[in-house]
């Protein structure tokens, strides 16, 4: 199937252990537009919102209530798709809760690759653990990479055991990916890696509150305002195999950023230009 469309609807949960909100599954150029889901209390086993497969699609305006009943959104093997200025209030406030997840856990299409992740806001429950939002490489020859996360808020009350951002590499690869200049704020921890993955570039944003840098991965983390002593593994971010798309904005982002002297250096081709 290709083209659907899903504008405007509200979802309401009149009892508890239903399956969630919207799901689809292995839909082209999907589109989703101000969509709204209302846990109003209640439990639920899937998602607010669920897409599987879906390709060249557009997440966009959707608002899940959730409360603690559920989790917020969820992009499973999801490839060139964009969320964007999409609100989740609440998800499940254990470790296995979070708001937004892009992740691979099907060896079936095993891909998670060029998806654009931007101006979200996440909100932690009072009290809850869990992600924020949370990428996930978790199933045999998953390829994880060209994903972009630039200008999400994510907002906790720095409760113990809460990740605002999370990357994690349980399986495949896991490479090529960009944080830029997201709000991580009240997070116990801000940003955080799992697992061996290459040419991951964190370009901080704004933080307030506890933030730990957990370089397990042998990433290049370089924050644009110098902290000390400055994360391990903080140099040069390799962008040659981004596309010409994604060099773009990591560049533009830089031009506009007031950060004073960054603690990073950028490396492009040679023989390309901007």
């Known amino acids: 199937m290709t083209g659907l469309k899903s504008v405007a609807n509200e979802c309401n949960l009149l009892a508890n252990g239903t399956n969630g909100g919207y799901s689809f599954a292995t839909v082209g150029s999907a589109t ?11 439990t639920y086993t899937v998602n607010c919102v669920e897409h599987v ?5 557009a997440v966009t305006g959707v608002v899940c209530n959730d409360g603690t009943g559920g989790n917020g959104i969820v992009c ?4 060139n798709t964009t969320f964007s200025g999409n609100t989740v209030n609440g998800f499940l406030t254990t470790a296995a809760g979070y708001g937004l997840s892009v992740q691979v856990s099907n060896t079936i299409n095993p891909n ?5 992740i931007s101006n979200n806001v996440i909100i932690f429950p009072t009290g809850g653990v869990g992600k924020g939002i949370w990428e996930q490489c978790n199933a045999a020859a998953a390829s994880c990479k060209n994903n972009t996360y ?9 409760t113990v055991g809460a990740v605002c951002l999370l990357l994690e590499r349980d399986n495949g690869t896991f490479s090529n990916q960009m944080i830029l200049g997201n709000s991580l704020i009240n997070c116990n921890v801000g940003f955080q890696t799992s697992g061996t993955m290459s040419n991951v570039g964190y370009l901080e944003g704004i933080t307030v509150g506890s933030v730990t840098f957990n370089d397990t991965s042998n990433a290049v983390f370089f924050p644009l305002f110098r902290r000390a002593p400055l994360p391990a593994g903080a140099g040069t971010l390799e962008i040659s195999s981004f596309s010409q798309r994604r060099r773009q904005q ?3 982002f830089l031009f506009l950023t007031r950060s004073g002297i960054p603690a990073y250096h950028l490396r492009l081709p040679v023989a390309q230009k901007l």
């Open 76 to 79: 499973d093997r999801c490839s």
């Open 250 to 252: 990591l560049v533009r």
């Open 32 to 42: 989703e537009t101000g969509d709204v889901f209302n846990a109003n209390g209640f």
């Open 53 to 57: 497969n879906l390709s060249n699609g």
């Open 112 to 116: 998670s690759v060029d998806n654009t």
């Open 150 to 158: 630039t200008a999400n808020h994510v907002l906790s009350d720095n």
